[in-house]
T-cell receptor, first 114, second 110 residues
Framework: SQTIHQWPATLVQPVGSPLSLECTVEGTSNPNLYWYRQAAGRGLQLLFYSVGIGQISSEVPQNLSASRPQDRQFILSSKKLLLSDSGFYLC?????????????FGAGSRLTVL | QKEVEQNSGPLSVPEGAIASLNCTYSDRGSQSFFWYRQYSGKSPELIMSIYSNGDKEDGRFTAQLNKASQYVSLLIRDSQPSDSATYLCAVNYQGGKLIFGQGTELSVKP
C-alpha cells in the first residue's frame, strides 16, 4: 500500500531563518506531488505541484521554492522566512483514478515563524 | 469570482438531522469533484468523489453534482457529533491541479 511521510511535524523558526520541509511517498512510482499551505482558519492554497523529477510548477509568487530530486521525494524550502509564512503545510500525492487526480495528504507540518 | 466557493459557516445541526453543504466553481471545463473532511489540527481525508451529473451515495453521505449550474453539494444524513469537522470542496482544474474552497465548518450538537 502507498504511504506518505512528511517531516518535521512541528517547527518554530525565527524570521529570516531558512526552511526545509521534506515529503516522501512509498509504494507508488511517478506520482504527482503537491505542496499546499493552510493559514489558520482558512482553506488550502496550492503552492507547488510536480508531475515528474525536476518538473515544478509554482502557483503563487512567494519566497518559497520546491524541488523534486527523486521520483518520490518533494522538498519545500525558503532561504529567509517571513512572519506570513506561518501555517500548516501539507504534502500530497496523486495518481490518475477514473481519469481524475485523487489526492492523498500527509500528516502535515505546522510552522510558526516568530 | 473565486475558483471554488463555499459558505464558511459555522453550520450547526442537531444530532440525527441532515447537514447540507454547498460549493460552486468557476471553470466550466472541470470534470472531477471531491469532498474532503478535516478534523481540527489534522490533514484532510477524502470522503466522496463525483464525476457525473446527479447523485452519488455512500453510506450516510450523498454527493450531488450539477455541471450546468456549476454546483456541487454534500448531504450528511443522520448527522453524528463525530461528523463535526470542516468540509472542503475540491475541483480538478486544467493540468491536474486540485483547487480547494475555504471550507465549511460543521458542528453537530448532541
Amino acid at each position: 500500500s502507498q504511504t506518505i511521510h512528511q517531516w518535521p511535524a512541528t517547527l518554530v523558526q525565527p524570521v529570516g531563518s531558512p526552511l526545509s520541509l521534506e515529503c516522501t511517498v512509498e509504494g507508488t512510482s511517478n506520482p504527482n506531488l503537491y505542496w499546499y499551505r493552510q493559514a489558520a482558519g482558512r482553506g488550502l492554497q496550492l503552492l507547488f505541484y510536480s508531475v515528474g523529477i525536476g518538473q515544478i510548477s509554482s502557483e503563487v509568487p512567494q519566497n518559497l521554492s520546491a524541488s523534486r530530486p527523486q521520483d518520490r521525494q518533494f522538498i519545500l524550502s525558503s532561504k529567509k522566512l517571513l512572519l506570513s509564512d506561518s501555517g500548516f503545510y501539507l504534502c500530497a500525492w496523486s495518481v490518475l483514478s477514473s481519469g481524475a487526480n485523487v489526492l492523498t495528504f500527509g500528516a502535515g507540518s505546522r510552522l510558526t515563524v516568530l | 469570482q473565486k475558483e471554488v466557493e463555499q459558505n464558511s459557516g459555522p453550520l450547526s445541526v442537531p444530532e440525527g438531522a441532515i447537514a447540507s453543504l454547498n460549493c460552486t466553481y468557476s471553470d466550466r471545463g472541470s470534470q472531477s469533484f471531491f469532498w474532503y473532511r478535516q478534523y481540527s489540527g489534522k490533514s484532510p481525508e477524502l470522503i466522496m468523489s463525483i464525476y457525473s451529473n446527479g447523485d452519488k451515495e455512500d453510506g450516510r453521505f450523498t454527493a450531488q453534482l450539477n455541471k450546468a449550474s456549476q454546483y456541487v453539494s454534500l448531504l450528511i444524513r443522520d448527522s453524528q457529533p463525530s461528523d463535526s469537522a470542516t468540509y472542503l470542496c475540491a475541483v480538478n482544474y486544467q493540468g491536474g491541479k486540485l483547487i480547494f474552497g475555504q471550507g465549511t465548518e460543521l458542528s453537530v450538537k448532541p
